[in-house]
């Protein structure tokens, strides 16, 4: 398992009864978690100190109860990257991200996904190439921007697309707060399947693919998206946009039936057919305080060509 274990700023507290109990900052949040199908004590005192709660309804969805919780803050995770000519030599970027409570129990961003933001930042550093010549990357279905800040952050030259205008403008937010409102950033609201489709008629290349694909969506103009039945020929899509000296090729699941084996597949069938390589899947996680245990958050498929 890839362990998401250098926050400073999130910690999930405790678990129990399909709840999780976790810090954000300076706020305790109780969130609703399907994996959690056993009981704690509730030892941790932040489950009587919480400052929000989203409880789900029977019918589907639900709905936040708070206590002294802000409409807004921001936390901080510093990002990771080592030098090229000596890995012991670390050195980090922080990277401030704004939350707020909104529908279905989210706040902006999925933690478990620093894990892959040191993978895939490390590999843009250390491939130094000329000035002139960024590396080039593509994320996919790109939300509030973690993974683009992540890469810009690390030197590459990013374009980010997500079919929702309002998740696209948070994450120009989280840029300007990291420091990198000049970074070199395209920001599109896209199908990112008909936005894939126009970069391979255009001819672009890119040097490194993000995409964090829903279990079910739709695009700005209906375009209606289920994993199950898409997400196979979208990676094979993808991969004619991928350059002849790609770097890195990434993808992530939280849907139940598309385990790590299941990734590990596609990518190998799609990816190291055309470019040879090297493939890993795993779930991913987050450590918890209270049991010293790690709570499984979906998983990941990364391609590299080392």
Not at 132 to 138: A, M, N, T, Y
Request: net charge neutral; with cysteine; glycine share 10%.
């Amino acid at each position: 398992m890839w362990i998401a274990d250098n926050w400073k700023d999130y910690e999930v507290l405790d678990t129990s009864g399909g709840e999780k109990l976790e810090r954000w900052g300076d706020y305790i949040l109780v969130r609703p978690d399907p994996q959690v199908i056993w009981n704690t004590p509730h030892a941790n005192k932040g489950w009587k100190q919480k400052n929000g709660h989203y409880h789900r309804s029977a019918k589907g969805g639900g709905e936040w109860e708070f206590f002294n919780l802000p409409n807004e803050w921001s936390i901080c995770y510093d990002l990771n990257l080592a030098a090229a000519d000596d890995h012991s030599n670390q050195a980090s970027r922080r990277l401030i991200f704004h939350l707020k409570p909104f529908s279905f129990k989210h706040t902006g961003l999925f933690p478990e996904q620093a894990t892959n933001w040191d993978w895939f930042s490390r590999l843009i550093q250390n491939a130094r190439r000329p000035a002139d010549k960024p590396i080039r990357v593509l994320n996919l279905f790109a939300y509030t921007g973690g993974a683009t800040l992540a890469a810009a952050a690390a030197g590459a030259a990013v374009t980010h697309v997500d079919a929702s205008k309002g998740m696209v403008g948070w994450a120009k937010e989280n840029a300007a707060s990291s420091g990198l409102g000049d970074a070199p950033i395209r920001w599109l609201v896209d199908d990112c399947v008909k936005f894939v489709e126009r970069e391979i008629r255009r001819g672009n290349k890119y040097d490194g693919i993000i995409m964090d694909p829903p279990s079910y969506g739709r695009g700005p103009k209906g375009e209606i998206w289920k994993i199950e039945e898409s997400i196979w020929p979208f990676i094979e899509l993808t991969t004619q946009i991928l350059s002849d000296d790609a770097l890195f090729f990434l993808m992530n699941s939280y849907t139940t039936g598309l385990q790590p084996a299941v990734l590990s597949y596609m990518i190998q069938t799609a990816v190291v057919k055309r470019f040879g390589g090297h493939v890993e899947a795993e779930e991913i996680g987050l450590p918890v305080r209270e049991s010293g245990l790690i709570l499984p958050c979906g998983a990941s498929g990364r391609w590299c060509r080392l």
